[in-house]
C-alpha cells in the first residue's frame, strides 16, 4: 500500500509538470492549428534561464533565501522562454501561417534542434545532467499509511500547488477577459474575427506568450525538483506533453490538465507494476495514445471535428 500511494504521488507531481508544458501545445493548437514540437525545448530554455538567473544576477547574500531565488529564478525562466516564444513565432512560424501543414510541423522539429544546439554554446556541458540548486526550503509532508509513510517534499507540494493555480487562473483568463474572448474567437473562425476588429497576429502572439510563460516556470520548478537539467528534458517531457494534450483532446484546457495527470499516473504506475519495469514505462505511455487515436481520437475532452461537404 505505501509503494503504491507513493508512486501515486510520484505521478500526480510529474502529471503537474506535464501539465504545464501541455497547456501551451493545446493553446497554440486550438489558435493556428500547429502543434509546435519546439515547445518542449521552450520549457527546457526556462529552466536554463533560471539557471542563469541564479548563478549570474542573483548576489550570493540573497541565495540563501527561497523566497527570494525561487521568485526571481521564475521570472528569469519566464523572461527567456518568452523572448525565445516570440522570436519564433515572429521568424519561423508567421511566415509559413498560409503553407500547408507539413511546412510548420518540419520548421518546429528544426527549431527544436536548433534551440538544443543553442544552449549548448552556453553550456557546453548540457547533454550531461548539470546541478541545479535547490530552491526551496528542505523537509517536507510525511504522511501516514497503513505500513509506513508516502513522502512529499515541499518543492513537489509547491510544484503541484503552483501548477494548479496557474491552469486554473489561465482558464479563467481565457473564459472571462476581453482578451480571451478574442482568442477564443480566433480559434473559431481567424477571418470572422478580423472583421470584428480583432488582431489575429496580436492574439496568436499572446498565445506563445502564455504558453512559454507557463513552460518556463514549469522548467525551473522541474530542475528545482530534480536537481538535475539537461538539455534533453524538453524533448522528453514535451512528447509527454503533446500525449497528454491529445489524450485530454488537443484545444481544451480541461483536458491538457487532466490528461497530463494521466499520463503522469500512467507513468510511475507502470514503471511500478507493469511488465518491464521502468524501462518500459514510455511504452505504456504511448499504448494509451494509441487506443485513444483509434477510439476517440478527438480525445477525452476534445470536440469531433465537422466537416463539411
Known sequence: MTTLLQQIANGIVLGAVIGLVALG?????????????????????GAYGGLATYTWILPHSMRGHWQITLP??????????????????????????????????????????????????????AKSARPFPAMFVGGGLRLPVPGGQVILPWIRVALV????????????????????????????????????GIDPDRVIVLTFVLGAALAGVGGVLYGAYQNTINVDMGF?????????????????????????????????????????????????????????????????FGEAEKVRA
Do not use: C
Request: hydrophobic residues 55%; positive net charge; proline residues 3%.
Open 161 to 196: 500547488v503552483i501548477a494548479i493555480l496557474l491552469a486554473v487562473a489561465l482558464q479563467m483568463y481565457v473564459n472571462r477577459s476581453r482578451m480571451g474572448r478574442a482568442m477564443r474567437a480566433t480559434a473559431q473562425d481567424r477571418d470572422t474575427a478580423r472583421l470584428m
Open 72 to 125: 526571481a529564478s521564475m521570472l528569469g525562466g519566464v523572461v527567456v522562454a518568452v523572448v525565445v516564444a516570440v522570436i519564433m513565432e515572429r521568424f519561423a512560424y508567421r511566415p509559413l501561417r498560409n503553407a500547408p501543414r507539413l511546412a510548420p510541423l518540419i520548421t518546429a522539429l528544426g527549431v527544436s534542434v536548433f534551440l538544443q544546439e543553442a544552449v549548448r554554446l552556453f553550456y557546453p556541458d
Open 25 to 45: 501545445y493545446t493553446m497554440v493548437y486550438g489558435i493556428i492549428q500547429l502543434i509546435n514540437f519546439a515547445h518542449g525545448e521552450v520549457f527546457m530554455v
Open 236 to 300: 522528453q517531457n514535451g512528447i509527454f506533453a503533446f500525449t497528454a494534450a491529445v489524450l485530454g483532446g488537443i484545444g481544451s484546457l480541461r483536458g491538457a490538465v487532466i490528461g497530463a495527470f494521466a499520463i503522469g499516473l500512467i507513468k510511475t504506475l507502470g514503471g511500478q507494476y507493469l511488465p518491464g519495469g521502468t524501462q518500459y514505462d514510455y511504452v505504456w505511455i504511448f499504448v494509451v495514445l494509441i487506443l485513444v487515436l483509434v477510439f476517440r481520437p478527438e480525445g477525452l
